[in-house]
């Protein structure tokens, strides 16, 4: 059930610009129809801002994960539009443990701290380490700075980008604008005619695939209104749609 969890923490990571936003998408695959829900809530005041998101299965998945929770969050300051990470923090709780990842940005240093906090059977423990990499950035910061980076989506070609939260080693995430037979069998894959498409590679082993690869439909704004994840193993294609917005 992870990998149906950090589906979802991925594919609303995209955000409009705006004073506070709170999104909601569901996840389904095949005929067992619906098995997720997510929501991520987007705030900005006095130049820091500040993500908070959930995410949980739901029905038979919600069963079979023991009533696992995720939750992250990332917060730090605007500097000239983009997102500048101070804090990155993931917890994840299930009916029996809970555990807890928190990420320090030093970036003056060129340097990140992580704290690790587990609770298991009412005892807790904590270890402290230095990352081997320095980012600028987490994942849900990358994502949201993700037009800064691409140039409005004006782009071919593929692109390096670096996060705290991607590949255990380095950060590295690979995004791709797919052109040509790549591009046409993603539209008909999506099912949209018209967007700004493109494949992301976490480059982490999850979703059953290597390398993470992720299909998504932006608008315009920078937000994700559709997510595919195809063959998935034991699962067949997860999707996952903008089914709510809110803005301020």
């Known amino acids: 059930m992870k990998k149906i969890i950090l589906f979802l923490l991925i594919i609303f990571t995209t955000f409009v610009d705006a004073k506070m936003i709170k999104a909601t998408y569901k996840v389904s695959f095949g005929i067992f129809g619906s098995i ?3 929501t991520a809530i987007f705030e900005v005041k006095d130049k820091k801002y500040h993500i908070s998101i959930s995410a949980k299965a739901t029905g038979l998945a919600k069963v079979l994960s023991g ?3 995720e939750s992250y969050e990332s917060e730090g300051r605007v500097v000239d539009g983009v997102l500048v990470p101070d804090i990155y923090k993931g917890v994840t709780k299930t009916n029996s443990k809970r555990s807890e990842k928190i990420y320090y940005f030093l970036h003056k240093q060129k ?3 992580l704290l690790k906090i587990r609770e298991k059977d009412g005892k807790e423990s904590k270890s402290e380490e230095s990352l081997k990499y320095y980012a600028k950035n987490d994942i849900l910061s990358l994502f949201f700075n993700i037009k800064h980076f691409l ?4 782009f071919r070609g593929k692109k390096v980008l670096y996060a705290v939260g991607a590949n ?4 590295r995430v690979d995004i791709i604008a797919p052109s040509g037979e790549q591009l046409k069998r993603l539209k008909d ?3 949209k005619k018209r967007g ?3 494949i992301v590679f976490i480059n982490q082993k999850i979703f059953a695939s290597k390398r993470g690869e992720l299909f998504l439909d932006i608008n315009d704004e920078g937000m994700a209104t559709k997510a595919l994840l195809k063959d998935v ?3 067949g294609d997860i999707r996952g749609v903008l089914e709510k917005v809110e803005k301020d």
């Open 151 to 154: 140039n409005d989506f004006h």
């Open 233 to 235: 193993i034991l699962f």
């Open 36 to 38: 997720g829900k997510a």
């Open 196 to 198: 700004n498409f493109l």
């Open 67 to 69: 009533g696992r929770v």
């Open 189 to 191: 894959d999506l099912g």
């Open 168 to 171: 255990k080693k380095d950060g």
């Open 111 to 113: 340097r990140v701290d």
